[in-house]
């Protein structure tokens, strides 16, 4: 059963420097991330909240806007304001994101664009290590969660390394099937950026021209040392963050 703002407790400190707003907006986003409002789950009227806690109902709105602008809450005609899904915070480590998005509920999807096998470009057979100009497996998809574009994959992996076909790339992801055909995913070498969308991503991800995409480049490796995948992926920043844990060297 969905739960509703009404059940969950909210407070703020009229005498902190904090905006009021930004007080409510990281309890609501907390309450977001921490499952206690799921997707799907209703705001509320926003004069019932406002009467709850004592605020205005423009300091209210600006709350709420503030997540819309943020994909956490989505304002839906007839129904009011509604949960979206949290941000995925995926963790650098030598995960595939369809399990990281199965592992956080975000109930992944796929929907495969491209699966074909094209003459490696020189930046493709320098981080697989083949030749330039030979054949090369590429795997482009796009991965969903909650039926919402969440990013755009492009893989390539060496001929012949193993074969796949595509209803099993839409059926869960592509360390699960390198696994399965028995190669042991060991270490990858990986680069992440950002820049702005184009309008072909745009489209593609459900985003605005020039809104922020998070970019990463991953080449992983077996346990005998060789490149077996090199990734190419764009993800969306309202929807999805890297995190890391830094480690004070002595």
Same mark, same amino acid.
């Given at each position: 059963m969905l739960r509703s703002?009404?059940? =969950?407790?909210?407070s703020v400190d009229r005498g902190s420097p904090v905006p009021l707003y930004f007080q409510l907006a990281q309890q609501l986003e907390a309450a977001i @991330?921490?499952? @206690?409002?799921?997707?799907?789950?209703?705001?509320?009227? @926003?004069?019932?909240l406002a009467g709850r806690l004592g605020l205005s109902r423009p300091t209210v709105r600006q709350a709420i806007q503030s *997540?819309?602008?943020?994909?956490?809450?989505?304002?839906? &005609?007839?129904?009011?304001?509604? =949960?979206?899904?949290s941000q995925v915070k &995926?963790?650098?480590?030598?995960?595939?994101?369809?399990?990281? $998005?199965?592992?956080?509920?975000?109930?992944?999807?796929?929907?495969?664009?491209?699966?074909?096998?094209? #003459?490696?470009?020189?930046?493709?057979?320098?981080?697989?290590?083949? #030749?330039?100009?030979?054949d090369?497996?590429?795997?482009?998809?796009?991965? *969903?969660?909650?039926?919402?574009?969440?990013?755009?994959?492009?893989?390539?992996? #060496?001929?012949? $390394? $193993?074969?796949?076909?595509?209803a099993a790339l839409e059926e869960t992801g592509l360390y699960r099937l390198l696994r399965g055909a028995g190669i042991t995913l060991h270490s990858a070498r990986q680069t992440v950026g950002a820049r702005a969308a184009t309008a072909d991503e745009a489209e593609r991800l459900a985003e605005s021209t020039g809104a922020p995409l998070l970019t990463m480049e991953r080449t992983t490796f077996d346990d005998t040392?060789?490149?077996?995948?090199?990734?190419?992926?764009?993800?969306?920043?309202? &929807?999805?963050?890297? @995190?890391f844990q830094l480690l004070v060297r002595p």
């Open positions: 703002a009404a059940a =969950v407790q909210f @991330e921490q499952g @206690e409002l799921a997707p799907g789950s209703l705001l509320g009227n @926003e004069i019932d *997540l819309v602008d943020k994909g956490l809450l989505v304002r839906r &005609r007839g129904v009011g304001t509604q =949960v979206v899904h &995926r963790p650098l480590e030598l995960s595939s994101l369809y399990d990281d $998005l199965e592992a956080a509920g975000q109930r992944p999807a796929t929907r495969v664009l491209r699966h074909t096998v094209q #003459p490696a470009t020189a930046q493709v057979a320098a981080a697989l290590g083949v #030749p330039e100009g030979a090369v497996v590429l795997v482009e998809r796009l991965r *969903l969660a909650h039926g919402e574009p969440m990013a755009h994959l492009r893989n390539h992996l #060496p001929s012949g $390394l $193993l074969t796949l076909e595509s040392g060789r490149a077996i995948e090199f990734g190419s992926h764009t993800y969306r920043a309202s &929807r999805y963050a890297f @995190e």
